[in-house]
Structure formats: structure tokens, C-alpha cells
């Protein structure tokens, strides 16, 4: 039962466009989300989180903004770079998984084109 | 500050053998979380372990999976009679409670 699912594997963008990497998760009980980047030979590294109270959350380049209804979020990248292609996971947290444990999804692999 | 240790980077083993992984968190970092990462998978959880609470080890695969945690602080994640299915990167993170996780950098895990 994958609770949290990034349905693509991989992506493209030419440098300087926007990226945008979605995420979509099933359990309504979840209550707190965090994308990671992930480089070869690297443990993932953290991004950026959002709290379900809010619907967006901006550092810098990068965006989250949660759908609570569509139980969906994505992440923006402006302007892509090439040192932004990584491997990039949303994760979950809250509710019957308990706010500790972290539901991962499968990741999707960005590739910004110079 | 230093971040999270893992050790050994890689690990090749033969089949039935058992093996240790270690993780050193980050200093006064309560909570530890072990992962792994098969070819082409997402995070796989494993085992959680917060302060001196039981540790949650509802992700472990099977019974010859095993982790302990020392002191509050090193873990060590043991395999035994290790399956080609086993191989993956397992990966420890440590946190403060609620805060996002940090991670190390693996170990790659490989049965022949």
C-alpha cells in the first residue's frame, strides 16, 4: 500500500524554466510534508517542509504548495539549474502512522538541461 | 558540526552471511530511523527509535532483520543470513522529534 506516490519517474527542463515535481498521498491523516534531494552516493538532504495548516511555502527558488483536498503537492524550482538535477522524494507524517515515522515516496529523477 | 556517520560505505557479502551497519547520529539528536533503499524503490522504513521509548520496528522485513541502539546514541542494524533481496543502500537519519530528518550517506549493501 503506497501511501505516498510520485507517478513520474524522471524529468527534464531546460536550464533557467521552471520545474515542478508532484506528489500525491492517500492518507487524509497526514498532516506534515518534506521533499528531499537526493544526489549519487549521497543520502537525501532536506528541502523544504510545509505544516497542513498552510497551503504554500517558499524558500528561495523552491515552492511546496499543498492541495489538502486534491491530497496533492508539488514542488516549483525558479529558475532550474543544472546543479538542481538530483533525485528528488516527497515524504508524509502524521496521524495513524504517528507524527514521528515518515512515508516516503519512490522519488522522481530531475535532470535541468544547460 | 558533523552530520551522520555510517559505516562501512559498502559492504560485500555472501549469502547467509550476517552482517552489522553502524550509525553514528548527529550529537543530542533523540531520534534515529533506519531506511534502505532498494534498485529503483523508494524509502523503505524500517525501525524508529526515540529516547529511551520502545523502538517502533514495525518496517523490519523479516526476523533476521535486528537493530539496537546504544546509550541514546550509536545504532547498529544487523542482518543475519543474508538473501540476495537484502541488497539495497540502508540509510540512518537522525532528528530532533517532529524536526525533519538528516540523513547519512549509506551503506550499500551487496549479497552474492
Known amino acids: 500500500d503506497q501511501q505516498v506516490k510520485q507517478n513520474s519517474p524522471s524529468l527534464s527542463v531546460q536550464e533557467g524554466r521552471i520545474s515542478i515535481l508532484n506528489c500525491d498521498y492517500t492518507?487524509?491523516?497526514?498532516?506534515?510534508f518534506l521533499w528531499y534531494k537526493k544526489y549519487p552516493a549521497e543520502g537525501p538532504t532536506f528541502l523544504i517542509s510545509?505544516?497542513?495548516?498552510?497551503d504554500k511555502n517558499e524558500d528561495g527558488r523552491f515552492t511546496v504548495f499543498l492541495n489538502k483536498s486534491a491530497k496533492h503537492l508539488s514542488l516549483h524550482i525558479v529558475p532550474s539549474q543544472p546543479g538542481d538535477s538530483a533525485v528528488y522524494f516527497c515524504?508524509?507524517?502524521?496521524?495513524?502512522?504517528?507524527?514521528?515515522?515518515?512515508?516516503f515516496g519512490t522519488g522522481t529523477r530531475l535532470k535541468v538541461l544547460a | 558540526g558533523a552530520g551522520v556517520s555510517q559505516s562501512p560505505s559498502n559492504k560485500v557479502t555472501e549469502k547467509g552471511k550476517d552482517v552489522e551497519l553502524r550509525c553514528d547520529p548527529i550529537s543530542g539528536h533523540t531520534a534515529l530511523y533506519w531506511y534502505r533503499q532498494s534498485l529503483g524503490q523508494g524509502l523503505e522504513f524500517l525501525i524508529y527509535f526515540q529516547g529511551n521509548s520502545a523502538p517502533d520496528k514495525s518496517g523490519l522485513p523479516s526476523d533476521r532483520f535486528s537493530a539496537e541502539r546504544t546509550g541514546g546514541s550509536v545504532s547498529t542494524l544487523t542482518i543475519q543470513r543474508t538473501q540476495q533481496e537484502d541488497s539495497a543502500v540502508y540509510l540512518c537519519?537522525?532528528?530532533?522529534?517532529?524536526?525533519?530528518?538528516?540523513f547519512g550517506n549509506g551503506t550499500r549493501l551487496t549479497v552474492t
Open positions: 492518507n487524509s491523516m497526514f498532516d506534515y
Open positions: 510545509i505544516s497542513s495548516i498552510k
Open positions: 515524504a508524509a507524517s502524521g496521524g495513524t502512522s504517528g507524527t514521528y515515522k515518515y512515508i
Open positions: 537519519a537522525s532528528s530532533r522529534p517532529g524536526a525533519p530528518l538528516h
